[in-house]
């Protein structure tokens, strides 16, 4: 007796997780960009993008963003992606922190071992980086997550101050990552990795990451971004605006407006999928309201829990992955025996 997967439900499960991603660096830094350049303040807004069936490590200001997997389209085991955000501190000192968040996220890609934990494998990625790159200066958070396409179980890493959720086929909250937002009781201060390695010892190690694990049902959504989103989109927000997205014709009437992209992505000409409909309207949403002056933001409310004022958005750099476990996915997490 053996066991076999026939190649008609194995292509169907692999094609399951639906993947894309989007961001936009923070709306002062394009402002600055826009003076440097002698433009006006209607100058187009760039947004960086990874559509459906695209991967890859993309760079968005301080933020970088990963989309992979093991395979081809069409028998991938496991799906990976992750966020990362380099700490803006450390463009006072000249320092570039997108290049820390950029290098530790595509050395997660390189040492991408599905019988690897997560939590190992982002300590061997950063390790190496500590040991290849002495010239590497700076610190970031990072979130990182795999998917397995046989058991539909979604393993998730967390340090700092990005995150992840997961609703259901309603858009309802199933899970939530907790933010490592204070740093030695440092208000806005995320756990982060830093580089070198002389600089490392001060900081937090890979290990000290928070673990989670779900099983996908039909049906969900996976929504990873850094703090930019999180700090100006309350939760219920976040599930008005996918419920919005799934709406027929919603996707058909989310064009790009005063947007480009950048030039190692495709330019939307058609009607976006929902999945990057959502996408869009989430970084959309979260640039408009972070500068806002007067809105009572998600970031607002942390502040005062910690017992400090802050009024208004809070611009940063916003990144944005999303992945969705088709609706009409079979129960193949189990093959079938053939005698």
Known sequence: MT????????????????????????????????????????????????????????????????????????????????VADGVG?????????????????????????????????????HGDLLNSRRDLIGSTTVCLARYSTETRRLDVANLGDSGLCVMDAEFQLRMRTQFQSNMGGVFNCPMQLAFPKALSGQYPKPGECELYSIVLEPGDVVLMATDGLWDNLYQKTIEEIFRHAFQPKTAAAAQPTKSTVDESAEVETEASPPLEAASRILVDAATYLSAEQSYFSPFCQSAKDAGLKYVGGKEDDISVVLARLCPSQADVSTPKAKL
């Open 3 to 82: 066991q076999q997967l026939t190649g008609s439900i194995r292509k169907f499960a692999s094609s399951a997780l639906q993947l894309c991603a989007s961001g936009r660096p923070a709306l002062y830094k394009l402002q600055q960009q826009q003076q440097k350049r002698g433009e006006g303040n209607e100058a187009e807004l760039s947004m960086v993008k990874l559509g459906l069936g695209q991967s890859g490590v993309r760079q968005i200001g301080e933020d970088a963003i990963l989309i992979g997997q093991t395979g081809g389209d069409c028998d991938a085991e496991f799906s990976y992606f992750g």
């Open 89 to 125: 501190g450390w463009r006072d000192q000249g320092i570039d922190p997108g290049e820390a968040s950029l290098a530790l996220l595509d050395g997660c890609r390189s040492v991408f071992d599905a019988s690897t934990s997560l939590k190992e494998l982002l300590t061997r990625a």
